[in-house]
């Protein structure tokens, strides 16, 4: 086969762009594309993971933890398809994540092929923002620059579709001639300055404004600085949607954490009692959590126009990178003399991370599962990338880790999909192999997908700086979220068939593959447990028996509406008793005395 092929030229083109990994998974659709790999000395790197969907998990992980474009490929037909649902998530969560995929020679196109999928028909919806088919050698540059481009400009998932037989063609370049289509590398990019006059109508609804809010989301990433400065100046509280819980320290005492139904009481209360609301880099969703409308005037400052003004019924829809327009607006703010609202957030906040405390000290049956999360928080490396799957492990996420520094966290925010918890953090750590990584999974994704993964881990962990990837296992033998939203949002009872599962020695499997593992069956195992893992010289698995009972109680949710719930669901369930008991310990902290009171 010649060395100068259609194949060749796609990853001396990914080396141009500076592409250093590629998580893949092989196939005969992409043979061709293999062999060049070959031919290139596996550089970039072909990463491979135990299934195409973790691929895309993968290089998820590894855009939102490095600001590159993750690139993952698969094989035509299953492997194209397989490849789905990582893909949503990025598009969801706007991540840049280019797909390269193969498909059905195009003399067989048309003819029900073996592994014959109309590609283009398929990735419209999740790739819409740009899905091409390369169909001749002339035409790849102009397609793969722009897959990459639209990427990052655009923060979605785009697609490159190459049959199998154009992989092996030989390359030849775009002439200088009609209906050819030239490209070129690279992208610079601009800073998204606001107009002067909108800044001008915002300074004044929040220079009006007496009790002012804040909602900082993953948009705001990088702007730090800027939002303490606008907060200290209004007197205001920020809380931050689930994607954005890295943009600012837990340890700032105005900070109010995480919103929403994986959010604190905090959070609730400054956003029922607010009158103005400044929301920065955020698209969350659930609008019942903001205030009232007609409650508070609003301001919103976001990169992206197509996701502006559509959350709450703001006056001034900002578009602007948010670090330059938090900039030009700090010097038309007047500062707040009255702090009585600041005040009063603060003591919220300290309060309630009292009773976080509290309710990680609840006993329960065998381990409480926010102790799990609460022991490590003091201890979390400085440099430490975190990530969570979906279910009950992303609401102690969302409120025992008190993150500060340079620390990094991120999970399926949108999507809410279950899995990419482990391939998540070995995204993660391609993209930054010196920088711990701790993942917390519960028993349920761990049995989808995470199991497998770990011999992902066992393949290439040597290659990483820094060995160290933790992954924390929730081991409650319950599908626990969707037996919680049985209960609370159905008033139905737990049905076991569906959420109870089959119990599995997750260290022991761990330990198969020669990582380090450990198995938690007492709340006094958990410090030495994590001890060990922090130090390891090699990943570790903590195998931690948690109870399914300890509930995840929403932050609005008051003492009468908890009792309600809990006596519409006790027929039947057969955890009635557990629930109730460990339910009413937890939710009793909130109002037990706490310091100061």
Not at 97 to 105: C, L, N
Not at 232 to 242: I, N, Q, S, T, V
Not at 380 to 392: E, F, K, M, R
Request: glycine fraction near 8%.
């Amino acid at each position: 086969m010649a060395s100068n092929t259609v194949a060749d030229y796609l990853l001396e083109r990914l080396r141009t762009w500076g592409v250093e990994h590629v998580f893949a998974y092989a196939g005969d659709g992409i043979n061709g594309i293999l062999a060049a790999w070959g031919r290139a000395e596996n550089d970039p790197q072909f990463v491979q993971a135990r299934h195409e969907e973790m691929c895309a998990f993968e290089a998820v992980g590894y855009a939102k933890f490095t600001g590159r474009v993750g690139v993952c490929m698969a094989t035509s037909g299953p492997g194209a398809i397989h490849l789905l649902n990582g893909l949503y998530d990025a598009k969801l969560d706007h991540v840049p994540v280019v797909a390269i995929v193969g498909q059905t020679a195009r003399s067989a196109m048309g003819g029900s092929y073996q592994q014959e999928v109309d590609l283009l028909s398929l990735y419209k919806d999740v790739a819409g923002d740009y899905v091409q088919m390369v169909t001749v050698p002339e035409q790849l540059p102009n397609v793969l620059d722009r897959a990459l481009r639209v990427a990052m400009t655009q923060r979605a998932p785009t697609a490159i579709i190459i049959p199998a037989d154009v992989q092996e063609l030989e390359y030849s370049s775009p002439s200088h001639a009609f209906k050819m289509v030239p490209s070129s590398v690279g992208i610079d990019w601009p800073t998204a300055a606001p107009d002067d006059q909108a800044l001008a109508r915002a300074a004044e609804i929040l220079n009006e404004g007496e009790k002012v809010a804040l909602l900082i989301g993953q948009g705001a990433r990088g702007a730090g600085e800027e939002i303490a400065r606008v907060a200290d100046l209004l007197g205001a509280g920020a809380a931050k949607a689930l994607l954005g819980k890295d943009v600012l320290s837990d340890e700032l005492a105005w900070v109010t954490g995480s919103i929403g139904l994986l959010g604190t009481r905090p959070s609730y209360e400054m956003m029922t009692d607010c009158d103005t609301l400044l929301t920065v880099g955020s698209n969350f969703p659930y609008s019942q959590f903001l205030p009232e409308y007609g409650q508070a005037r609003g301001v919103q400052i976001d990169i992206d126009g197509r996701f502006i003004g559509m959350r709450y019924p703001n006056e001034v829809n900002l578009v602007a990178d948010a670090k330059t327009a938090l900039q030009a607006l700090i010097p038309l703010l007047r500062r707040k003399e009255d702090r009585s609202w600041r005040e009063r957030i603060e003591s919220n906040v300290a309060r309630w991370w009292e009773t976080m405390a509290k309710e990680a000290a609840v006993s329960a049956d065998p381990v409480n599962p926010l102790a799990l999360f609460a022991e490590l928080s003091p201890h979390l490396p400085d440099d430490v990338i975190v990530t969570a799957d979906s279910g009950s492990s992303a609401n102690w996420y969302a409120r025992q880790l008190r993150f500060r520094g340079n620390m990094r966290g991120s999970l399926s925010g949108t999507l809410a999909t279950m899995g990419p918890g482990v391939p998540y953090g070995i995204g993660a750590k391609f993209g930054n192999p010196d920088r711990p990584v701790i993942v917390f999974a519960g028993d349920g994704a761990m049995q989808m997908n995470g199991l497998a993964e770990l011999i992902t881990v066992k393949h290439y962990w040597q290659q990483w700086t820094d060995p160290r990837l933790i992954v924390a296992v929730l081991h409650n033998n319950d599908l626990n979220q969707v037996t919680w939203e049985m209960r609370a949002m159905s008033g139905a009872p737990k049905f076991v068939p569906s959420q109870t599962l089959p119990d599995v020695d997750y260290a022991a499997f761990a330990r198969s593959l020669g990582l380090h593992a450990v198995t938690v069956t007492d709340p006094g195992e958990l410090g030495p447990a994590w001890d060990g893992a922090l130090s390891a010289d090699r990943p570790t698995l903590l195998d931690v028996h948690t109870d399914p009972n300890m509930p995840p109680i929403p932050p609005h949710a008051t003492w009468e509406q908890f009792t309600s719930a809990t006596a519409a669901v006790l027929h039947g369930d057969e955890d009635s008793w557990g629930f109730v008991k460990e339910g009413i310990k937890t939710k009793a902290q909130e109002f037990l005395p706490h310091k100061g009171t």
